[in-house]
């Protein structure tokens, strides 16, 4: 079996997890400081002070702009990097499954897994229940590269969540 998904994938993301929500914390402190020292100085002015509407108007301009920042960044920014993370992670420990299908082709269209970018691989797989094939599609993550699989080759894979984890070619078929 040739792995397509192993732990280092997870170790990156969680790095790089811990990485974005560090800077994130970086600047909440940077921002509680600010906003520390402006309530000092408002607190140390007496009352009816020319200068309390000086604090006031650095102040809450400072304040929207890190409310609209941290939606941004928290919205956007780190949720997309969570989710690539739990994903990365359910792939490590959810529940595994085996197929083998014959490889039709890949697919660059872009699909969300979890809310995750993926592109896809193409399978016939044979329903023995139903008794007919039918078009299996297969996760990979978008930043990765498609495995190399030769088309019409009949291709024994392990799935999480219909994501990738490895595969292994049985046979290559003739185009003939």
């Given at each position: 079996?040739?792995?397509?998904?192993?732990?280092?994938?997870?170790?990156?993301?969680?790095?790089?997890?811990?990485?974005?929500?560090?800077?994130?914390?970086?600047i909440v402190f940077v921002y509680a400081?600010?906003?520390?020292?402006?309530?000092?100085?408002?607190?140390?002015?007496?009352?009816?002070?020319?200068?309390?509407?000086t604090v006031k108007w650095i102040h809450f301009p400072l304040t929207a702009v890190f409310v609209v920042f941290s939606f941004i960044y928290l919205g956007i920014y780190y949720k997309r990097i969570n989710k690539y993370y739990k994903l990365c992670l359910n792939l490590k420990n959810g529940l595994k499954?085996?197929?083998?299908?014959?490889?039709?082709?890949?697919?660059?269209?872009?699909?969300?897994?979890?809310?995750?970018?993926?592109?896809?691989?193409?399978?016939?797989e044979w329903n023995k229940f139903k008794e007919v094939y039918y078009e299996?599609?297969?996760?990979?993550?978008?930043?990765?590269?498609?495995?190399?699989?030769?088309?019409?080759?009949?291709?024994?894979?392990?799935?999480?969540g219909n994501v990738l984890i490895s595969y292994q070619i049985l046979n290559e078929k003739e185009n003939g």
């Open positions: 079996m040739i792995e397509f998904f192993n732990e280092s994938i997870l170790e990156d993301a969680k790095k790089q997890r811990k990485e974005v929500l560090i800077k994130y914390l970086a400081i600010i906003s520390g020292v402006l309530l000092g100085w408002y607190l140390t002015l007496p009352y009816g002070s020319k200068t309390i509407a499954e085996t197929f083998e299908a014959q490889f039709v082709g890949y697919s660059q269209m872009l699909a969300i897994k979890d809310g995750v970018d993926c592109k896809e691989l193409i399978f016939n299996r599609r297969v996760f990979v993550l978008y930043e990765m590269d498609f495995p190399d699989i030769p088309e019409k080759s009949m291709v024994k894979f392990i799935t999480q």
